[in-house]
């Protein structure tokens, strides 16, 4: 299985950023699939996941109202529009999978993880 995430970089408060993680050798049915993210000196936590079946979605308290998660079952790809980004939206944002219908961010659900994506938010 291999997660890999792309679409990272350096942007200025307020802008916008689409990150996509690209899932292979893993079936795209009855998965959930999620970004969590781990700024320095913090612990890793959830962002954003949804389920491949039904794409029921749930989003962390960082990213309500600000980001949205999306799939594309043919590319098998998810995405992570993130918009009005903030300077403590700073981490290293890594894409995630495990076999599962209900779209939770409990770390412990998820089996795969990719390298993870470097965002960085000047002020």
């Known amino acids: 299985v291999q997660l890999v995430e792309s679409g990272g970089g350096l942007v200025q408060a307020g802008g916008s950023l689409r990150l996509s993680c690209a899932a292979s050798?893993?079936?795209?049915?009855?998965?959930?699939i999620g970004w969590f993210r781990q700024a320095p000196g913090k612990e890793r936590e959830g962002v954003a996941c949804?389920?491949?079946?039904?794409?029921?979605?749930t989003y962390g308290d960082s990213a309500k109202g600000r980001f949205i998660i999306s799939k594309d079952n043919t590319l098998r790809t998810i995405y992570l529009q993130m918009n009005d980004l903030e300077p403590d939206d700073t981490a290293v944002y890594y894409c995630?999978?495990?076999?599962?219908?209900?779209?939770?961010?409990?770390?412990?659900?998820?089996?795969?993880w990719g390298q993870g994506i470097q965002v960085t938010v000047s002020s």
């Open positions: 050798g893993l079936s795209f049915d009855d998965h959930i």
């Open positions: 949804i389920t491949t079946t039904d794409g029921e979605i």
């Open positions: 995630a999978a495990g076999w599962g219908l209900v779209a939770t961010l409990m770390r412990y659900e998820y089996e795969y």
